[in-house]
């Protein structure tokens, strides 16, 4: 808080992809900024999403050509901007003689999505082919299936890029930080904004004409919708995730669910596979942490069996699950979710202007728009071009350290320029792998230094994603983990082993299934009534966030 300014031309609230794009952008102009995120960067939907950078086939049919358009548009901007974040990846779509959709209904579409991106990308399979492509995938009255290609990203570390680009621009960003108000003059128009630190409490205000609220889900709340016929309806979309040992798939596969013929996607991801998503109202108060329902993962689960029997696929076998909330704009509530437009809407009052909806893909469209919407409020502010790079790349560096290409290109694509200094600077050691992921060590000690990590929860599930990739979220490697960061992030002991029992304890509340536990206190008392049976000297320790049993005999 110290370090913000007095005054700026603009104050971004809301650290999410839209938050960081528009800040992105804003800051390459040279336009005086600042961003206020009240969580961590990318806390929210933006780092639960479906991975996918994608032009939205679905969206063909429920006639939304625009969208894809765009859609298509951005992603193979991305795929040439971004090579190591943003990836291409195959799908394939198998067709059965009982389920829909049909042959010529997928060719269709297939048609039409390689037509906006002006080159053909999609083949017929037949189902020989389908099965050597997805093994283990149900053969009963498959007659074929298409191959296409779309893109996947890891979602938090494009949303640490865009805000790591602002700030070399000479923009300020702040996670942890709320936006108790916004002020305004006596004629009613912006005049600034009180921010608090969430965690010490400080308080203090900054003079700005214009503010852009893009809190995605939490957006009314801030700055209520100015069209009574339209509102935020929050949709919470889950994911299973499974090791690829468990999920053999080596590309993405696209299936409609027998329950209810939604699409649901199984998508091998930085070593793992998801399935997902879900899309249901979320009944929950927006303040509570979204997580998966039992239902959820039994809806999951049932399409995963029905597309691949053979495997015997239990929640057991899964090693961790996401949820979060899209911020969809309704005008409908007859609709269901999956019906709804994933197009964004924009609206403004006298230097407030409110962005929700979009799609993960546009997040640049829609960052440009929520600009332009803002123009009047910042007239120095040069004229907003989709034409130009969004991202820069960096040179390898003069040394290889060993650092393998594939590698590096990888580290540039999440880290841009700044690439060279995680090499540079890292023991040889470190620029291995961490087992079972495709992080390297190295990033861990730069990310802690670096990217504004408050917490122990903010470094495993955001800035890398070893927390949803790793059983009990990688809990294997905190010794290891610790030597590395905690001399960077100046914690004592004792604050390391608070962090560690809060990220434990978080982790099963958001990404485990405390369904399939027995409740902590239930399991207590029964350890506890052993020990007095057994004569343990010991008494067992739950301190440290773990269910294990440490006794001496």
């Known amino acids: 808080m110290n370090h913000l300014p007095d005054t700026c031309d603009l104050l971004i609230i809301g650290g999410g992809v839209t938050g960081a794009g528009i800040f992105h952008e804003t800051a390459r102009l040279g336009v005086h900024v600042v961003l206020v995120e009240q969580h961590d960067f990318a806390w929210g939907t933006s780092s639960r999403s479906s991975k996918l950078i994608h032009g939205g086939l679905r969206y063909l049919k429920e006639g939304h050509f625009l969208l894809t358009w765009d859609a298509v548009k951005e992603r193979e901007r991305l795929l040439r901007e971004a090579p190591g974040l943003v990836t291409p990846i195959a799908f394939v779509a198998p067709i059965y003689k009982d389920r829909a959709p049909g042959r010529w209904m997928l060719e269709a579409g297939l048609s039409i999505y390689d037509l906006l991106a002006a080159k053909r990308r999609h083949r017929f399979l037949k ?45 300020k960003a702040l996670n942890y930080t709320t936006a108790l108000s916004v002020d305004r003059d006596p004629r009613g128009w912006v005049s600034g904004v009180t921010l608090q630190d969430v965690e010490t409490g400080e308080v203090r205000s900054i003079r700005t004409p214009a503010v852009i609220n893009a809190t995605g889900y939490w957006a009314e709340r801030l700055h209520p919708q100015t069209n009574a016929k339209r509102h935020l309806r929050p949709l919470r979309g889950s994911h299973l995730i499974f090791p690829r040992d468990v999920l053999p798939v080596q590309c993405a596969v696209s299936f409609m669910h027998p329950q209810d013929q939604r699409a649901v996607f199984v998508l091998p991801w930085e070593g793992v596979v998801l399935v997902g998503t879900t899309d249901l109202d979320h009944r929950p108060d927006l303040v509570t942490e979204p997580t998966i329902t039992a239902e959820e993962a039994d809806y999951l689960l049932e399409g995963a069996r029905a597309l691949f029997p053979s495997l015997g696929l239990s929640l057991s076998q899964c090693t961790a ?233």
């Open 321 to 553: 699950c996401l949820a979060g909330l899209r911020s969809v704009i309704s005008s409908n509530a007859d609709l269901a979710p999956s019906e709804e437009s994933r197009e964004h809407d924009i609206w403004t009052d006298n230097g407030m202007v409110t962005i929700a909806g979009g799609k993960l893909t546009t997040y640049r469209r829609v960052a440009l728009d929520a600009l332009k919407a803002a123009q009047p409020y910042l007239p120095g502010l040069e004229r907003l071009s989709a034409d130009g790079p969004g991202f820069e790349g960096a040179a390898p560096p003069a040394a290889s350290n060993g650092i393998d290409a594939s590698v590096w290109e990888r580290l540039v694509g999440r880290y841009g320029r700044r690439a060279g200094a995680i090499v540079a600077g890292a023991h040889p050691d470190d620029l291995h792998c961490i087992p079972g992921t495709r992080t390297i060590w190295a990033e861990l000690p730069y990310a802690a230094g670096h990217e504004s990590v408050r917490h122990l929860a903010d470094l495993l599930l955001r800035r890398v994603r070893i927390g949803l990739l790793l059983p009990e979220g990688g809990r294997a490697q905190l010794a290891r983990i610790e030597r590395l960061c905690r001399p960077v992030l100046g914690w004592s002991r004792r604050r390391w082993r608070e962090e560690v029992n809060s990220y434990l304890c978080y982790w099963r509340h958001a990404h485990g299934f405390p369904w399939l536990a027995p409740p902590e206190s239930v399991l207590k008392r029964i350890l506890n009534v052993l020990r007095k049976k057994l004569r343990w000297k010991k008494k067992i320790n739950f301190g440290d966030g773990s269910r294990n049993l440490e006794a001496q005999s």
């Open 127 to 171: 189902p020989e082919e389908i099965v050597v492509q997805v093994p283990f995938i149900e053969r009963h009255n498959l007659v074929g299936g298409y191959e296409f290609w779309d893109a996947q990203v890891d979602d938090a570390r494009l949303v640490l890029r865009l805000i790591a680009e602002g700030q070399m621009a000479g923009g």
